[in-house]
Every structure is written in structure tokens, then in C-alpha cells.
């Protein structure tokens, strides 16, 4: 089951405020590590899967794509891609990637950003995907790390009397499913896997993994959001990249 989260009002205003902050984890980490994966986009059909807010989705018409879609589950975000971002190549839609019908092989770039976690169904998401890619097409994809969805909702970080962490508390990580937790309001929901049902799903599709990042921090970004400093001792984030051969 899919929640449509973003669509919390509640949720949505206090998410929007971490958003416009520039010190964030995505403008000083994903974000970044993101980028330098993109491929030419140059006369390509691009595909932005849970654009949220559309800064992605207008980056790669700013790039030289031909033609970029966002989608969203969530209406919020829609309407406010809409309001940030118009170009005549540049279609941002309200729809579940799950329920969008997409021609094969119609796509050269797959990009999403922090959103695949929130999807039940990996395999029949990356199978979709798969087909929609054209012919040597990229996939580029973000999502919260196997290793910090795994305990998600429970304790995190471990700390001394002190108040000094000790060590990242690390468990449930072969049980994959649900999730939930309190992130800004209760009950918000995701998916954990395991690294190798991330990775196997996409090559048993026949996806060829061209690269993979677990971001580490900047110093200069450290300096601009001290909390980054735990990036040192293990990940928040995995970003895929592969190609349909
Ligand atoms: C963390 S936000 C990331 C937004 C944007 N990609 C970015 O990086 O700024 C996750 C987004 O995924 C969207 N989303 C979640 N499930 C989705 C689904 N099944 N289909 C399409 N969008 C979805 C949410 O509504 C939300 O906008």
C-alpha cells in the first residue's frame, strides 16, 4: 500500500521548511552526489519520477533535454512545481508512478530522487521502468540507505550517559518490508530492503550497474551543517545509476 504522505498538510508544511533551508541534507549531500551522475542530456526524453517540488525536472531542460516529465503522487507538490517552474518542454503531472502508462522503450533518462523507498513493490517498479527505458537509457535513482531504513522507527544512534554516540544501531536488516515512524508527524510509512535486493532486481531485469555512491560530506559542508559529520561513520543515502543494455 502506497501512503500519499506529502498530501499531510501538516507533514507538507514542515517538510517545505526544511526544503527552503540551504543547509539541508539535500542541497549539502544527495543532491551533489546526484548531479555528477546525470548523463548528456542533450535531445533527450526524460522521465522524473516523484519530482516533488520539479527543481530536478526543470534542471535537466536547463541541461538540454528535449522533453522532461515530473510526476508526483502528491498534489502539494505538483501544484508547487507548477508555480516554480514553466517551460514549454517541462509537463508536470499528478499521478502514482504505478498507475502512469508509459510507451516501451519511449525514455532515455529515469531519474528519482528519495522517493523509491516509499514504494511497496521494488521488482515491478524497476521492472516498469526497465521497459520504458530506451535502448542503452539511464536509470539514476536515490533512496534513504539499506542501512538506516532498516531499524527505521526504532533507535538510531546509540549514545553514552555523556550524550556521545556510540555506535549506529544496525538491526531487523534481512527483514525486509514496512516501516514506520514519526518524521515530522506519526505514522509515516517506507519500505526497507536489503542492498542485494536493491542491486539483483535491477540486474535481473538486465539493467548493467554503471555506479553506485554512498555520499560522503564535503568539509566545507560540514562546516555549514555540523550534523553531517556522522556521514563519516555510516551513510544516509545510496544513489544507483545503470544502464539498459
Ligand atoms: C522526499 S520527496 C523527494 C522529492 C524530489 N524528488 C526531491 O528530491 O526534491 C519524495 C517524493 O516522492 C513522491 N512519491 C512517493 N510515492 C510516490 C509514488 N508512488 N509515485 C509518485 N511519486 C511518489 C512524494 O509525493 C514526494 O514528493
Not at 179 to 192: A, E, F, G, K, P
Amino acid at each position: 500500500m502506497n501512503q500519499n504522505i506529502y498530501d499531510n498538510n501538516e507533514f507538507f508544511r514542515q517538510y517545505e521548511a526544511i526544503r527552503v533551508r540551504e543547509n539541508n541534507y539535500n542541497n549539502l549531500l544527495e543532491q551533489p552526489n546526484f548531479l555528477t551522475l546525470i548523463p548528456n542530456l542533450e535531445e533527450k526524453v526524460v522521465l522524473d519520477i516523484g519530482c516533488g517540488m520539479g527543481d530536478f525536472a526543470a534542471y535537466c531542460i536547463g541541461q538540454g533535454a528535449n522533453y522532461v516529465t515530473g510526476i508526483d503522487i502528491s498534489l502539494n507538490m505538483i501544484s508547487e512545481a507548477k508555480k516554480r517552474h514553466s517551460h514549454e518542454h517541462l509537463t508536470f503531472t499528478n499521478i502514482a508512478f504505478e498507475d502512469m502508462n508509459i510507451q516501451n522503450d519511449s525514455i532515455d533518462f529515469i531519474s528519482s530522487s528519495l522517493v523509491f523507498h516509499y514504494i511497496e513493490d521494488f521488482q515491478l517498479l524497476i521492472k516498469k521502468i526497465s521497459t520504458a527505458l530506451s535502448d542503452e537509457g539511464t536509470l539514476l535513482f536515490s533512496i534513504e540507505h539499506p542501512i538506516v531504513t532498516a531499524n527505521k522507527g526504532s533507535v538510531d544512534w546509540v549514545s553514552n550517559r555523556e550524550g556521545n554516540l556510540l555506535h549506529f544501531a544496525i538491526d531487523r536488516y534481512q527483514e525486509e518490508g514496512l516501516r514506520s515512524q514519526n518524521w515530522l508527524v506519526d505514522n509515516v510509512m517506507m519500505y526497507h530492503r536489503t542492498l542485494s535486493t536493491i542491486i539483483n532486481t535491477l540486474i535481473e531485469v538486465g539493467l548493467q550497474i554503471e555506479k553506485i555512491i554512498e555520499p560522503i560530506p564535503t568539509i566545507e559542508a560540514v562546516k555549514n551543517l555540523p550534523g553531517l559529520n556522522k556521514e563519516f561513520r555510516r551513510p544516509s543515502f545510496l544513489i544507483v545509476k545503470a544502464r539498459k543494455i
